[in-house]
């Protein structure tokens, strides 16, 4: 059964520490996006990735870093340095930069 | 660049009752206009997508939009609401040749019995 998966869905962490949020999809898909849910704001963009080993900053990419070793794997670092970290983060991943994109369930990140 | 607008945060309606959620969009190129769900603690759903072709678009659901490229607007409608169909419902473009999607802020559809 493909998809994206995204682990853990609920994360709690202290302030000042890193944390890596995992996402995964068996899709094929060449593109993924991680992205930031607050509440009436919509999606903002942090980071995408278009192939293996290659990844731009999104829009609000300060604080947080990425990496893409394998077609399958995006996984997300929220550093101590984003100053407002708790959030609802989205993973998501497209054929091609051209066609929609496939959402993961998200992770529900809590930092106190 | 491209923005979206969502006039409505909120929609409450009754049960059966049809509904329209609003979008707007500017962009100074051609899009693709997209319309996702999103249920409590849940990731997004495509809906419906306008790439190219006849400007009525059906989708899942029983949900349809109609593209009016003069008004810039994409809105999604539904004849008859039922109970599961409370979510959030977002309006995303891109422009064509574009790399990134554009999200609206979002309309939360409250459907009540």
Not at chain 1, 40 to 69: C, H, M, P, T
Not at chain 2, 18 to 39: A, G, H
Not at chain 2, 61 to 77: C, D, P, Y
Request: charged share 15%; with cysteine; proline share 5%.
């Amino acid at each position: 059964d493909g998809g994206i998966t995204q682990s853990p869905k609920y994360l709690f962490r202290k302030e000042g520490q890193n944390v890596t949020l995992s996402c995964e999809q068996n899709l094929n898909h060449d593109a993924m996006y991680w992205y930031r849910q607050d509440p009436g704001q919509g999606l903002r963009l942090i980071y995408y990735s278009q192939i293996v080993n290659d990844f731009q900053k999104g829009d609000i990419a300060e604080g947080y870093s990425v990496s893409r070793e394998k077609k399958e794997s995006f996984p997300l670092t929220v550093t101590s340095a984003q100053k407002n970290p708790t959030a609802f983060y989205l993973c998501a991943s497209s054929i091609a930069l051209l066609y929609e994109q496939y959402f993961g369930p998200g992770t529900r990140l809590t930092v106190t | 660049a491209q923005s979206v607008t969502q006039l409505d945060s909120q929609v409450p309606v009754f049960e059966e009752a049809p509904v329209e959620l609003r979008c707007n969009y500017s962009s100074s190129v051609s899009v693709y206009l997209f319309w996702y769900v999103q249920y409590p603690n849940q990731g997004l759903q495509l809906l419906l997508k306008y790439l190219s072709g006849s400007t009525l678009v059906k989708g899942i659901n029983g949900f349809e939009a109609e593209f009016n490229k003069s008004q810039t607007s994409f809105h999604l409608r539904k004849p008859s609401v039922h109970i599961s169909d409370t979510a959030e419902y977002f309006c995303a473009v891109k422009a064509r040749g574009g790399q990134n999607f554009v999200f609206g802020p979002g309309t939360r559809l409250s459907v009540l019995p």
